[in-house]
């Protein structure tokens, strides 16, 4: 599995009891998990699938541009 460089933000959700993993610099691309360290391999093999399916729709992969500056 390739290591992604995008932003992943990682924050506990009360509502789905589990910790969620959204990359924002990628559209709908997230995952979750029990622990945080879940929620992060989770959303690794997401960022992969995301990209793949991206690809064989031949759309344009978004280049990684690392910390996002808005809140």
Not at 45 to 67: C, M
Request: charged residues 20%.
């Amino acid at each position: 599995m390739k290591e992604s460089k995008y932003e992943i933000i990682i924050y506990w959700s009360n509502e789905d009891n589990s910790f969620i993993a959204e990359v924002p610099e990628l559209s709908g691309c997230m995952a979750d998990g029990n622990s945080y360290m879940e929620a992060l391999q989770n959303v690794q093999v997401v960022i992969n699938e995301w990209i793949e399916t991206a690809l064989s729709l031949g759309r344009t992969i978004p280049v990684a541009k690392g910390k996002l500056m808005y809140a």
